[in-house]
């Protein structure tokens, strides 16, 4: 069955401090796997998908094949990435199966 | 463009009333979904549709009904709303560029439900 799981509910670093957002997922063939992140009081938004291979706001994503994995980084973690943050992966046609978040949490 | 719309943004419901969260995009989407989001289960997909007249369920549907008659509109019916309903609803909407799959969702601001 296709899954995906974020193991930490809630990380918290300090600003400047590299930041890793784990996800990992089943899926048979080859996924599409998007990061999307919620701001306080605000809606959901997509930040990046792997198919773009783009840098929003500093962060990256690898999809690793091999550990079926695509964990968010950024190298120096700033106070407004303080957020929900989604992983998401398309499940069959038309759907998407989300995580169940992690909380960043960015301290002064 | 206006983008994803909901209302209303807030609702408080006792047990056995029912209700409608609307739900409109503006951008010509064929796909409309509706979620619910609770604390540490995630963004969960209620029912969904592919364009005007055609729906399908999600992953927990019960006790919620949609419709789809016009490809603007997707709104979601609580036939008779239960406190384990409490929750935020998101509507999202896409538009396929190929086949379907891995298309950018576009969410509306949410509406909060508490049912008491």
């Known amino acids: 069955a296709q899954r995906v799981t974020q193991p930490e509910k809630l990380l918290s670093v300090f600003k400047g401090a590299p930041v890793e957002l784990k996800c990992n997922y089943s899926y048979s063939g080859s996924p599409e796997l998007f990061w999307y992140v919620q701001y306080s009081r605000q809606r959901l938004q997509l930040l990046l998908r792997?198919?773009s291979r783009e840098s929003i706001k500093g962060f990256t994503a690898d999809l690793n094949k091999g550990e079926t994995s695509f964990h968010l980084k950024k190298p120096f973690a700033q106070e407004e990435d303080s957020a929900m943050y989604y992983c998401a992966l398309p499940s069959g046609t038309y759907k998407y199966i989300f995580g169940t978040g992690t909380r960043l949490k960015v301290l002064a | 463009n206006a983008g994803v719309t909901q209302t209303p943004k807030f609702q408080v419901l006792k047990t056995g009333q029912s209700m409608t969260l609307q739900c409109a995009q503006d951008m010509n989407h064929e796909y409309m979904s509706w979620y619910r989001q609770d604390p540490g289960m995630g963004l969960r997909l209620i029912h969904y549709s592919v364009g005007a007249g055609i729906t399908d369920q999600g992953e927990v549907p019960n006790g919620y009904n949609v419709s789809r008659s016009t490809t603007e509109d997707f709104p979601l019916r609580l036939l008779s709303a239960a406190p384990s309903q409490t929750s935020v609803y998101f509507c999202?909407?896409?538009?396929?560029?190929?086949?379907?799959?891995?298309?950018?969702?576009?969410f509306g601001p949410g509406t909060r439900l508490t049912v008491l």
């Open positions: 999202a909407s896409s538009s396929p560029t190929s086949g379907g799959a891995g298309d950018t969702q576009y």
């Open positions: 792997h198919i």
